[in-house]
């Protein structure tokens, strides 16, 4: 079992930066993917960005150039960073992690973008 430990996220102006952190249980080389999903009100749950084996990054079009995902696996962390924030990036972000076939969710943190 894997347990994910989120923090960060709150409220921004557009055009603001925030930083998400989620901590795994597990040694982070166990952990076959690790990233973020997020889900706006009335939307489906997306992919943000996320780590798949061999440490390859995927990221959802609407943040490519804004977001970055990065890790620190001394503290078995993955965090995103997230710039330029606009309205439409507002939602819950939720941690992902894929170990041995089942996949695990973090509580969730939500990210508010307004003026």
């Known amino acids: 079992q894997v347990q994910l430990v989120e923090s960060g996220g709150g409220l921004v102006h557009p055009g603001g930066s925030l930083r998400l952190s989620c901590t795994t249980s597990r040694s982070i080389f166990s952990i076959y993917a690790m990233g973020w999903y997020r889900q706006a009100p009335g939307s489906e749950r997306e992919l943000v960005a996320a780590?798949?084996?061999?440490?390859?990054?995927n990221y959802a079009d609407s943040v490519k150039g804004r977001f970055t995902i990065s890790r620190e696996d001394a503290k078995n962390t993955v965090y995103l960073q997230m710039n330029s924030l606009k309205p439409e990036d507002t939602a819950v972000y939720s941690c992902?992690?894929?170990?041995?076939?089942?996949?695990?969710w973090g509580q969730g943190t939500q990210v508010t973008v307004s003026s």
């Open positions: 780590f798949t084996s061999g440490s390859r990054t």
């Open positions: 992902n992690a894929v170990y041995r076939d089942y996949t695990y």
